[in-house]
C-alpha cells in the first residue's frame, strides 16, 4: 500500500499527482529489476511520491529538488536520519545534473555512497520516461542510467497514451493505492 499526501503535491498537468504516480509505477519496475532491497524500495516510493513538491511552474526549473528536499520534514520520525539524507539526496539532485550528485550527497552527509547512487538513478529515470508527457519523443536512451530503465521506453509511451483509460484520480486530497 502506498499513501500519498495530496495537499502537498505541486498541482498541475504536468508534474501532479498523475505525474507523480507514473513516476512510482516507473521505479517500481525499475525496482524489481535491479533487485534493490525492501528499505530502499520505501525509500525510492517517498521520493518519488514528493520529488516536485518544491516546484513553483512547470518550467525548467534545477532547483526546485532542493526546495522539494527540503519539504520533507513531515517524514522525519518515519525514517532513521541517514535514510532521511538519502531521500534528501536523490530528490535534490534528481533536477540537477549528474555531476552534482557526489556534492550533494557529501552535503547531506551520506553514508553509502553506491546505495544512494543507485536510488538516484532510479529516481532520474523513473522521472525522466514520464517525460513522453511532453509530446515529443524528450525520452533519450543515452540520458537513462539503468539497462531496466533503457528498455522501458515503449512502454512508457503506451503507459502516458493509455492512462486516462487506466485510472482517472480527481479531488482527491488522500489517495491509497492497494
Do not use: Q, W
Amino acid at each position: 500500500m502506498m499513501d500519498f499526501n495530496t495537499e502537498i503535491l505541486y498541482k498541475s498537468d504536468g508534474h501532479g499527482i498523475n505525474h507523480n504516480i507514473r513516476v512510482c509505477f516507473f521505479a517500481y519496475i525499475i525496482s524489481t529489476n535491479e533487485n534493490i532491497s525492501k528499505r530502499d524500495f520505501e525509500l525510492i516510493m517517498e521520493a518519488c511520491k514528493y520529488h516536485d513538491i518544491g516546484r513553483n511552474n512547470d518550467n525548467e526549473d534545477a532547483l526546485h529538488g532542493e526546495r522539494s528536499a527540503n519539504k520533507l520534514t513531515f517524514l522525519k520520525g518515519k525514517y532513521t536520519e541517514e535514510e532521511l539524507n538519502y531521500i534528501k539526496t536523490i530528490v535534490t539532485s534528481h533536477s540537477r545534473n549528474d555531476k552534482d550528485f557526489d556534492k550533494i550527497a557529501k552535503k547531506n552527509k551520506v553514508v553509502d555512497l553506491n546505495r544512494c547512487k543507485k536510488l538516484h538513478e532510479i529516481l532520474k529515470d523513473s522521472d525522466g520516461l514520464d517525460r513522453v508527457r511532453l509530446h515529443y519523443p524528450y525520452v533519450n536512451i543515452k540520458y537513462l542510467r539503468t539497462k531496466t530503465s533503457r528498455r522501458m521506453i515503449p512502454f512508457s509511451h503506451e503507459l502516458y497514451s493509455n492512462y486516462d483509460k487506466i485510472k482517472t484520480i480527481k479531488n482527491t486530497k488522500k489517495l491509497v493505492i492497494n
